[in-house]
């Protein structure tokens, strides 16, 4: 006997069979563990780093990435993480699951103190702590068919209305990279005033500095003092002068 035929000689069974499977996907669905944003549990090993008065760059290039380099290869460490603010280096090591936290955080400070010699003179030691990171974690990606530079604009100005959100601890943007400006020059105007390329670049990036000037105490408060002249848009490169003529 198919089926088909069976259903129609016994409607009524067939109806409480359909029933009773209806009512048991809904009892099973009600207790599927099923959360919008799922809660995300997280063993990690965080070396902290204070320097005083350093740009986001030097901290980057003179503290985080020599620290990431030395524990790249230790064992029992799933991947990676590195902010590098003003003054403050922050990297965070995810451990493999399974792996013994407290011993990976010794393996890692031990690492660090080897090259602690190698980090600049007025870097703070670095601290390293373990511990359980458990938080909801949502991950946003902008993506577009426009320029690098408008696509950079719109991933800032995301980010800063995100940081305004009530419940928002934490934004953290990668990829945007940093803005690239183009000279071009004028060979007439060269001869002219008897400049030369290598001149033209020297005087950029002589003139493009953010550099740490350490920090200055005041009773119980301390400053942070910097020599700032960061090119950050297309007109701050009219106002450098190249060349003055002799007075």
């Known amino acids: ?21 209806l009512i048991v996907g809904i009892m099973a669905a009600s207790r599927l563990p099923l959360e919008l944003f799922p809660s995300i549990k997280l063993e990690l090993v965080s070396v902290t780093t204070v320097f005083p008065g350093a740009s986001a760059e030097d901290v980057e290039k003179l503290v985080s990435i020599p620290i990431e380099d030395e524990i790249n290869d230790i064992s029992g460490i799933k991947v990676i993480r590195s902010t590098s603010s003003e003054g403050l280096s922050s990297i965070l090591a995810e451990i493999e699951a399974g792996e013994d936290t407290q011993k990976l955080a010794q393996d890692i400070r031990s690492e660090v103190a080897k090259i602690q010699d190698k980090l600049p003179e007025d870097a703070e030691e670095p601290i390293t702590e373990e511990f359980d990171a458990n938080f909801p974690l949502i991950s946003v990606a902008i ?40 000279v071009y020059v004028d060979p007439v105007k060269m001869r002219q005033y008897e400049i030369t390329l290598e001149q033209i670049a020297s005087v950029i990036d002589q003139k493009n500095l953010d550099l740490p000037g350490g920090a200055v105490e005041q009773g119980d408060a301390e400053f942070l003092v910097r020599v700032t002249g960061r090119v950050e848009k297309v007109e701050d490169l009219l106002y450098i002068p190249v060349k003055r003529n002799p007075d």
Do not use: C
Not at 2 to 17: D, R
Not at 151 to 164: G, N, P, T
């Open 143 to 182: 993506a577009g068919d426009v320029s690098k530079e408008t696509l950079r604009a719109y991933s800032l100005r995301f980010e800063d209305q995100v940081k305004l959100v009530q419940g928002v601890d934490n934004v953290v943007t990668s990829g945007l990279g940093d803005p690239v400006f183009w």
């Open 1 to 21: 006997m198919h089926i088909a035929e069976f259903s129609v000689k016994n409607p009524v069974l067939v109806n409480l069979l359909m029933g009773a499977i």
